[in-house]
């Protein structure tokens, strides 16, 4: 079964960092692009940052390029996104997604993990 | 990069079929047929719907169908059942930024 888990959101101050893991079980994570998602409260989804499989082709939404990092290890089987700079438009919930293998979409989601930007 | 166009709403009764349409520019849903269709029920994470324009996931109902003409895409449901009411939203390649959503369109089953 494959399995997502997302970790390591909580409240942060304005201008403050954090780093999301996601975990993944059930499928060969090396053979897999990822990406990770948002979702303000009551808004929409938003994707924010899309990783190759080897790591050799990263992207990122113009709202954080060049604050938030995109990162994995295949050897732990996990994702990560390394926040900084962080501002109150950053409070949303993290979903890690898997892109579908060979087609346009995102076959599985993780659970989210919250990030509070507030002082 | 904007998010692709969705009605904020589409209601009907159950059995009918109702059609979310999702409209893009040339840069994306009208350049390539890279389209994709989530379901969202509240509290929970979306689910892959259609891929690539039209087609199923496996266990997908079959109610679900997609279809895209020029710069818009639409996603029709057919039979519509409670179970359906969520919100729901287009995705599609985009040669800016690669990926951008649409805005979303709340289903409600009278």
């Known amino acids: 079964e494959v399995r997502l888990v997302e970790s390591g959101g909580g409240l942060v101050q304005p201008g403050g960092s954090l780093r999301l893991s996601c975990a993944a079980s059930g499928f060969i994570f090396s053979g897999y692009s990822m990406n990770w998602v948002r979702q303000a409260p009551g808004k929409g989804l938003e994707w924010v940052s899309y990783i190759r499989s080897s790591s050799s082709i990263i992207y990122y939404a113009e709202s954080v390029k060049g604050r938030f990092t995109i990162s994995r290890d295949n050897a732990k089987n996990s994702l990560y996104l390394q926040m900084n700079s962080l501002r109150d438009e950053d409070t949303a919930v993290y979903y890690c997604?898997?892109?579908?293998?060979?087609?346009?979409?995102?076959?599985?989601w993780g659970q989210g993990t919250l990030v509070t930007v507030s002082s | 990069q904007s998010a692709l166009t969705q009605p904020a709403s589409v209601s009907g009764s159950p059995g009918q079929w109702i059609t979310i349409s999702c409209t893009g520019t040339?840069?994306?849903?009208?350049?390539?047929?890279?389209v994709s269709w989530y379901q969202q029920h509240p509290g929970k994470a979306p689910k892959l719907m259609i891929y690539?324009?039209?087609n199923r996931p496996s266990g997908v109902s079959n109610r679900f169908s997609g279809s895209k003409s020029g710069n818009t895409a639409s996603l029709t449901i057919s039979g519509l059942q409670a179970e359906d009411e969520a919100d729901y939203y287009c995705?599609?390649?985009?040669?800016?930024?690669?990926?951008?959503f649409g805005t979303g369109t709340k289903v409600t089953v009278l």
């Open positions: 040339s840069s994306d849903i009208g350049g390539y047929n890279y």
């Open positions: 995705s599609s390649y985009t040669s800016s930024t690669t990926r951008v």
């Open positions: 997604a898997r892109d579908l293998d060979g087609y346009w979409g995102f076959d599985y």
């Open positions: 690539d324009v039209s």
